[in-house]
């Protein structure tokens, strides 16, 4: 079958061909079911944000390695076993690309997510193999297509649980990326008031504002901080999510506080940035709670329930074909759309 792999380490910007990042469709053969597992056919596998990091060898894996982890497809084959959700050849799903083991003490103590047990296989493929606790059905009005957003959505519907938002709560988002964008609209559903974007880009402020945003700043030309405050009286955000990954936005932020704030840091950090926090005002005068996100473990069905209320046209309108993965993560790497699509089987829409 057909796998798109990381076969060279190095970043996709890079102009010297010697050097950059290769990504290529490779064929590798197909295993049999072990006890728990389904076969999926994969529909649509989307391009992460975190899929170039990966080229780049972020997580210190080796090349060659499988790409793709933001998948939805169809249940091809029900292995041994795998009895307990009840998954039927030809059920339409999505799900958690993290297998875990559920035997470690993470695993019992409701924080899988630091499992060291587990592993994933690539889903920008023909096929992949799950353990049927991965996967979720995605209802009937989900579309395959909105189905392989579901990790991305789930990440934000994490950023939420830990935000700990309450109705009525000013809520600012900075970064206007794919997941920054989830993020504000499920801040909208949450009935966040004064939802503010602050994003360099114009069509992404945009999107945003068509999102629910109420005000937009553009930091590059406007003062971040001045402009936070005007919107919110003098008295800062209550939520913040840095979605950025830019390490000036994710000092601007603390500025942008109000007292007893909590601040989600959702992005992903180049691995030895330190960033400097001011313990007086941040910790002592303000009491503010700053906490990041690393993966999404048990959202996954509950996000699969209100996926289909999520305006997710602008991320799934841009489609490729599995053998023209290469180029896929060349318009990614252009920033031009908010996500990316492969589809994986010409046969599943
Ligand atoms: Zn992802
Ligand atoms: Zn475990």
């Known amino acids: 079958m057909k796998v798109v792999m990381t076969t060279r380490i190095g970043s ?3 102009p010297d ?10 064929d590798m053969p197909l295993r049999k079911l072990n006890e728990g597992e389904i076969l999926i056919k994969v529909a649509y596998c989307a391009i992460c944000g ?4 990966s080229v780049e060898g972020i997580f210190g894996r080796p090349a060659p390695f499988g790409m793709g982890h933001e998948i939805s497809g169809v249940v091809a084959e029900v292995g041994p076993k795998a009895d307990i959700n009840g998954f039927k050849v030809g059920d339409r799903v999505s799900g958690n690309f993290r297998s875990t083991c559920g035997t470690c003490y993470y695993c019992t ?12 296989e690539p889903g920008m493929a023909e096929y992949l193999i799950w353990h049927e606790k991965q996967a979720v059905k995605l209802p009937d009005d989900v579309s395959l297509k909105t189905g392989c957003i579901l990790e991305p959505v ?7 649980d830990k935000s700990n938002i309450k109705f009525g709560q000013n809520v600012i988002v900075l970064g206007g990326g794919p997941i920054g964008l989830l993020t504000l609209q499920l801040a909208n559903l949450y009935g966040a008031a004064n939802l503010t974007i602050s994003e360099p880009i114009a069509a992404r402020r945009d999107i945003a504002v068509k999102y629910g945003a109420k005000h937009t700043i553009d ?12 919107i919110t009286g003098g008295r800062g ?20 506080a109000a007292p007893y704030a909590n601040l989600i840091y959702v992005a992903q950090y180049a691995r030895d940035y330190n960033m400097p926090v001011n313990m007086w005002d941040m910790l002592y005068m303000k009491e503010v ?12 069905s509950r996000t699969a329930q209100v996926i289909g209320r999520l305006d997710l046209d602008d991320m799934t309108s841009k489609v490729f074909d599995l053998d023209d993965a290469p180029a896929a993560f060349d318009a990614h790497m252009t920033g031009k759309y908010p996500k990316i699509l492969v589809k994986c089987n010409p046969d599943l829409e």
């Open 12 to 14: 996709l910007k890079d």
């Open 17 to 26: 061909p010697a050097k950059k990042g290769i990504v290529e469709v490779c």
């Open 50 to 53: 975190s899929d170039p990091h």
């Open 109 to 120: 103590n409701g924080m899988e997510q630091f499992c060291r047990h587990g592993g994933g």
């Open 154 to 160: 789930s990440i934000a519907v994490r950023a939420m």
């Open 219 to 230: 930091p590059l030309s406007q003062d971040l901080k001045e402009e936070a405050l005007k």
């Open 237 to 256: 955000f209550d939520i913040l999510f840095e979605v950025s990954g830019v390490p000036k936005s994710a000092e601007t932020m603390q500025a942008l």
């Open 289 to 300: 709670t700053m906490t990041g996100i690393f993966v999404s473990p048990y959202t996954f």
